[in-house]
């Protein structure tokens, strides 16, 4: 299911190869984020020409709208979108604690109304897991409580509890094979091919910023016993040295021959150090919600298209940048136009430019650990980029 094909000499970094009912994924990987069944200003085939594997989706958005009837009655997630490579759920359990409103938590579930119109609804760790059967991903994740930072310890401990009871009751509701109703063909040049037939279920580790707490967390999940193992709860609000501090304490911590997914995290310096540390697997909203602000990511850093300084900049966004934004030969100051004027291509192409950039960076994060040369790679990126 998860082959190491590669690791660094000198770090723990590897490079990887994780089997899903839609696809092989091809490690460490960026997932970008499609929230709402679309990455935002994106279409899936500017997605894929980004070069992306797969993306994310949200478990909580997609319940309340368009809502699992109709994903069902469309052939699952995949086909409602028109995506044919892997798809990642998340639980949506950090979007219930934190959009939904008059929202209770119980050691059955969780009580909440609807941040859309009110209504009220409950979700169990069972119900979770369920829709997401429904949704047809190829990774699902179980219901989890995020804590926001500051918390204290007690109610840390006492959260850390409860998600990872939840976990266990997620991984009882997953083994239900009546929830297995509809078979997944991957196809490769045009013929079926062995694969997956399930998806895979991740544990996640919460445990705020206390290290022993997420010491105790990883020791239950493996103990559960999942496909891979995911860190939760960090970039919630945390000073940037603890995001790195919990981050990577808690993924040398992880079980080696499992995939290892650092949620929500984050800058290409938060993944290149992520890396170092054994992550495989990276989600974040940062490409696109940066695309829409007229902020581009280089290899020197990030670049704020609104300035003034790009008004009579006529280069693309980096010189050599294979995404469609830079070979079509779109401009710094065209864009920055474009981004003064509120037109939505100006985001739409800082956006493609951003997606991409995060995607390759993967892809030379990978050749570089199979090459033998990540730790002078990741030299010349902390170096370069400002």
């Known amino acids: 299911m998860f082959k190491i094909i590669a690791k660094d000499k000198s770090t723990k970094a590897r490079a990887g190869e994780l089997d899903t009912p839609h ?8 997932f970008p984020v499609a929230t709402q069944a679309s990455v ?7 997605v894929k020409a980004c070069g992306s594997q797969a993306i994310l989706s949200n478990t909580y958005h997609l319940y309340l709208r368009p809502g699992i009837d109709i994903l069902k009655k469309a052939g699952g997630l995949h086909k409602f979108m028109g995506w044919d490579r892997p798809i990642l759920t998340d639980s949506g359990g950090y979007q219930v604690f934190s959009l939904a409103t008059l929202m209770k938590v119980k050691e059955e579930g969780v009580e909440f109304q609807s941040h859309l119109d009110g209504s009220k609804h409950f979700l169990s760790p069972e119900d979770v897991v369920e829709l997401q059967f429904g949704f047809g991903s190829d990774i699902i994740m179980p219901l989890d409580e995020c804590v926001h930072y500051p918390a204290e310890k007690d109610y840390a401990r006492s959260s850390l509890m409860l998600t990872t009871d939840w976990a266990e009751r997620s991984k009882v509701a997953f083994g239900d094979v009546s929830l297995w109703d509809t078979p997944q063909i991957r196809k490769q040049d045009g013929a079926e091919c062995p694969k997956v037939t399930r998806p895979l279920l991740f544990g996640i580790a919460q445990g705020a910023t206390y290290l022993d707490l997420r010491k105790e967390a ?3 999940l493996v103990d559960i016993g999942f496909d891979g193992y995911a860190v939760g709860g960090v970039s919630v609000g945390e000073p940037d040295e603890l995001v790195g501090e919990v981050g990577n304490y808690t993924l040398e911590l992880l079980p080696e021959r499992f995939p290892h997914y650092l949620m929500g995290v984050g800058t290409p310096i938060d993944i290149i150090e992520a890396v170092s540390n054994g992550a495989d697997m990276f989600d974040c909203v940062m490409p696109t919600r940066n695309g829409r602000n007229g902020s581009a990511f280089t290899k020197k850093g990030k670049l704020v298209l609104r300035n003034a ?14 995404c469609l934004t830079c070979k079509g030969g779109y401009t710094r ?3 920055r136009h474009l981004i003064g004027a509120h037109e939505i291509l100006g985001l739409r192409l800082v956006s ?4 991409y950039f995060y995607v390759k960076l993967m892809e030379d994060i990978r050749s570089a650990i199979i090459s033998g040369n990540f730790s002078n790679f990741k030299d010349g990126l902390l170096k370069n980029y400002k």
Do not use: Q
């Not at 300084?309 to 294979?322: K, L, P, W």
């Not at 493609?352 to 997606?355: K, R, S, T």
């Open 333 to 335: 100051a065209y864009i």
């Open 40 to 46: 935002k200003t994106l279409s899936n085939e500017d």
């Open 309 to 322: 300084v790009h008004v009579d900049d006529f280069s693309v966004i980096e010189e050599g940048c294979g």
């Open 352 to 355: 493609l430019h951003n997606v």
């Open 218 to 220: 990883v020791e239950r």
């Open 23 to 30: 696809g092989v994924l091809k490690t460490p990987l960026f």
